[in-house]
C-alpha cells in the first residue's frame, strides 16, 4: 500500500491550499480515508475523514473551513482547506484505514504573512 500526498506549500493567512492523497495497493471505495496533521513536539491530531460511503467528519477547529472529498476512479482523497490561519500550519499526512491503517509520507503546509 502506498498513500502519496501532494499539495502542501507556502500561503498568506486567508488563502486556500488543496492537499490530495493518491493511493495504490488499497481502494477507498471499501477503505476509511482522511487527513491528520501534526506540529513539531505535538502529537498528531485528526483534521477530517471519509468512509467507504462518503460519510465525513471534521474536527472543530476546520469545520466550515475545509471540505473532504474523495473521487473513487481516481483512488484519491482531497482536502480543500479555505481561510487558512496560521495555526493550521503543520505536517498534513494522508491515512487509509480497512483492516490496518496505513499511511503517507506527509506534506508541509505553511501559513504565514
Known amino acids: 500500500v502506498q498513500l502519496v500526498e501532494s499539495g502542501g506549500g507556502l500561503v498568506q493567512p486567508g488563502e486556500s491550499l488543496r492537499l490530495s492523497c493518491a493511493a495504490s495497493?488499497?481502494?477507498?471505495?471499501?477503505?476509511?480515508a482522511g487527513w491528520y496533521r501534526q506540529a513539531a513536539g505535538k502529537q498528531r491530531e485528526l483534521v477530517a475523514s471519509?468512509?467507504?460511503?462518503?460519510?465525513?467528519n471534521y474536527a472543530d477547529p476546520v469545520k466550515g473551513r475545509f471540505t473532504i472529498s474523495k473521487d473513487n476512479a481516481k483512488n484519491t482523497v482531497y482536502l480543500q482547506m479555505n481561510s487558512l490561519k496560521p495555526e493550521d500550519a503543520d505536517v498534513y499526512y494522508c491515512?487509509?484505514?480497512?483492516?490496518?491503517?496505513?499511511w503517507g509520507q506527509g506534506t508541509h503546509v505553511t501559513v504565514s504573512s
Open positions: 491515512y487509509a484505514q480497512y483492516v490496518q491503517t496505513y
Open positions: 495497493g488499497i481502494s477507498f471505495r471499501i477503505a476509511t
Open positions: 471519509i468512509t467507504s460511503g462518503g460519510s465525513t
